[in-house]
């Protein structure tokens, strides 16, 4: 599994991270980047492969330090909520590898967290000050229809999302 942290998110980790790795296939992959919203940190993870999002809204100084940790674990988390089963969440995580972090792919990645921050910031007031994880933004960002260059197709990240899990 490839973690790529975004420039904003390298800064204040004060973290100088490789460049990523190629050899990791795209689904295992999420560029993790750093975003206020509602003047509060939150930490924006989407998979390379689908756009698929998860979010981690109002996060402190220690939750930054556990940051691996805490995107897998939602990462697990949104595999459950999906309707997937705990089997099929543990092959991810057993076919996606070591983690490994690294820089985030750059435009093309930059692009596709810019078009999630769009959609997340129209839909601000849904986040709930109470928990960290947010599904019902998350659900909206990854119900958003976009064109899928590799697939060459109109869908959302949810539905690419699954698809995905459909030929592991």
């Known amino acids: ?23 990791a296939a795209p689904f295992f992959c999420w560029d993790v980047h750093l975003l206020t919203v509602q003047q509060r940190k939150a930490a924006l993870a989407m998979n390379r492969a689908s756009r698929y999002c998860i ?4 996060m402190d100084p220690a939750d930054w330090k556990h940051l691996p940790e805490l995107v897998q674990g939602e990462i697990r988390a949104v595999i459950l909520r ?3 089963s705990e089997f099929e969440a543990a092959r991810y995580f057993a076919l996606s590898g070591p ?3 690294s820089q985030s792919l750059g435009a093309e990645s930059t692009a596709a967290l810019n078009w999630a921050m769009r959609t997340l910031l129209q839909h601000a007031s849904l986040l709930d000050d109470r928990r960290l994880s947010q599904p019902q933004a998350a659900h909206i960002m990854n119900n958003e229809t ?4 590799t697939l060459s197709k109109h869908g959302c990240p949810k539905e ?6 459909r030929c592991l």
């Open 82 to 84: 999906e309707g997937l």
């Open 160 to 165: 690419f999302f699954l698809m995905s899990f």
């Open 1 to 23: 599994m490839e973690f790529g942290y975004t420039i904003p998110l390298q800064r204040p980790l004060k973290m100088k991270l490789p460049p990523p790795q190629t050899a």
């Open 99 to 101: 983690l490994n972090i």
């Open 55 to 58: 979010l981690l809204y109002g």
């Open 146 to 149: 976009y064109h899928a260059k």
